[in-house]
């Protein structure tokens, strides 16, 4: 069971269907609540007291945003944080693929939501799964990625650990400096398919992490997904961004160009990962893009027999 936030807007839909235009929110890597913010109670000691912010995490700056105007939004709790059941640490990514999903046949089965016009933000990790969902569903409008990396988990991960190695970014998590510190192990112990992976932490904690995810992270890049994608995108990314290189959303675009598409890319010099340097007009503006690409979709003929009982 995941705990989860459904957002409606306040007015009326505009739409003569009567149904809102809707969007699934992914969250990026690590513990996270559904609002995007670490998951801080849920994983004591991992993370520094203070990371959940004076500010609401990305994913409810978003939901708040797109019901501004006239989009719904899902959000969910991943396995093993906040309200969910589960484990994140044994969560594969096979299985947040088929949560996302699951997620989606949600949206699918309330009678407001409008099953033509669904869309999906991807936040880091969340990316490649909004990338790996919309593939094989044909009703999904347009995607949004922030902070998306197109190459392997593996060089992604290097990359990023020895960029906040450099600037000491983020290490006041514990389990940020622990990844860092020990990402060689992480990749080739994935690799060699081994099950976990004990990561000290400071205080003389521990964090148990399963290294399948990892590995399947590693065999499953972006940019191969990109290819295969032909839908409307728009690529967001921080320019101060530690988890992954600006240079990844270059990449994806030109994968997604080269595959007959026409994405958007903005670049926010200044803000990191999680956009929370991020202005509420930038936040706004990406709302409003999103919502002027949830273009009506031909409907599957099980999506069509939804749509007729509903």
């Given at each position: 069971m995941l705990g989860a936030t459904l957002v409606l807007p306040d007015g009326e839909p505009e739409d003569a269907s009567g149904r809102y235009p809707n969007?699934?929110?992914?969250?990026?890597?690590?513990?996270?609540?559904?609002?995007?913010?670490?998951d801080v109670l849920g994983h004591l000691g991992w993370f520094a007291p203070s990371a959940d912010g004076a500010q609401p995490g990305l994913l409810a700056r978003l939901a708040g945003a797109l019901a501004t105007v006239g989009v719904a939004t899902l959000r969910a709790d991943p396995r093993g944080c906040g309200t969910s059941e589960g484990d994140w640490g044994e969560a594969t990514l096979f299985a947040k693929i088929d949560d996302a999903r699951d997620l989606l046949a949600a949206i699918r089965g309330r009678p407001e939501l409008d099953l033509r016009r669904t869309?999906?933000?991807?936040?880091?990790?969340?990316?490649?799964?909004?990338l790996a969902v919309t593939i094989g569903d044909p009703a999904v409008s347009a995607l949004t990625l922030i902070g998306a990396?197109?190459?392997?988990?593996?060089?992604?991960?290097?990359?990023?650990?020895?960029?906040?190695?450099?600037?000491?970014?983020?290490h006041e998590h514990p389990i940020v400096a622990a990844i860092d510190?020990?990402?060689?192990?992480?990749?080739?112990?994935?690799?060699?398919?081994?099950?976990?992976?004990?990561?000290?932490?400071?205080?003389g904690e521990s964090a148990t992490l399963a290294l399948a995810p990892?590995?399947?992270?590693?065999?499953?890049?972006?940019?191969?997904?990109?290819?295969?994608?032909?839908?409307?995108?728009?690529?967001?990314?921080?320019?101060?961004?530690?988890?992954?290189?600006?240079?990844e959303m270059t990449l994806l675009a030109t994968a997604l160009a080269d595959?007959?598409?026409?994405?958007?890319?903005?670049?926010?010099?200044?803000?990191?990962?999680?956009?929370?340097?991020?202005?509420?007009?930038?936040?706004?503006?990406?709302?409003?893009?999103?919502?002027?690409?949830?273009l009506p979709r031909e409907l599957p003929p099980v999506l069509l027999a939804i749509e007729e009982m509903g």
């Amino acid at each position: 069971m995941l705990g989860a936030t459904l957002v409606l807007p306040d007015g009326e839909p505009e739409d003569a269907s009567g149904r809102y235009p809707n969007v699934l929110l992914l969250p990026s890597w690590l513990p996270r609540d559904r609002d995007g913010n670490y998951d801080v109670l849920g994983h004591l000691g991992w993370f520094a007291p203070s990371a959940d912010g004076a500010q609401p995490g990305l994913l409810a700056r978003l939901a708040g945003a797109l019901a501004t105007v006239g989009v719904a939004t899902l959000r969910a709790d991943p396995r093993g944080c906040g309200t969910s059941e589960g484990d994140w640490g044994e969560a594969t990514l096979f299985a947040k693929i088929d949560d996302a999903r699951d997620l989606l046949a949600a949206i699918r089965g309330r009678p407001e939501l409008d099953l033509r016009r669904t869309g999906i933000v991807g936040h880091g990790e969340g990316a490649g799964i909004a990338l790996a969902v919309t593939i094989g569903d044909p009703a999904v409008s347009a995607l949004t990625l922030i902070g998306a990396s197109a190459r392997s988990w593996r060089e992604t991960l290097r990359r990023a650990a020895a960029t906040r190695g450099r600037d000491g970014e983020e290490h006041e998590h514990p389990i940020v400096a622990a990844i860092d510190r020990w990402s060689e192990d992480l990749i080739e112990r994935a690799e060699r398919r081994e099950e976990h992976l004990t990561l000290p932490l400071r205080g003389g904690e521990s964090a148990t992490l399963a290294l399948a995810p990892i590995e399947q992270a590693i065999h499953t890049p972006p940019l191969a997904l990109a290819t295969m994608l032909h839908r409307s995108v728009t690529l967001v990314h921080g320019g101060s961004d530690t988890w992954s290189d600006a240079e990844e959303m270059t990449l994806l675009a030109t994968a997604l160009a080269d595959a007959g598409e026409a994405p958007g890319a903005r670049l926010l010099p200044g803000v990191g990962h999680d956009l929370a340097e991020a202005s509420e007009a930038i936040i706004g503006e990406l709302a409003a893009d999103l919502a002027s690409r949830l273009l009506p979709r031909e409907l599957p003929p099980v999506l069509l027999a939804i749509e007729e009982m509903g």
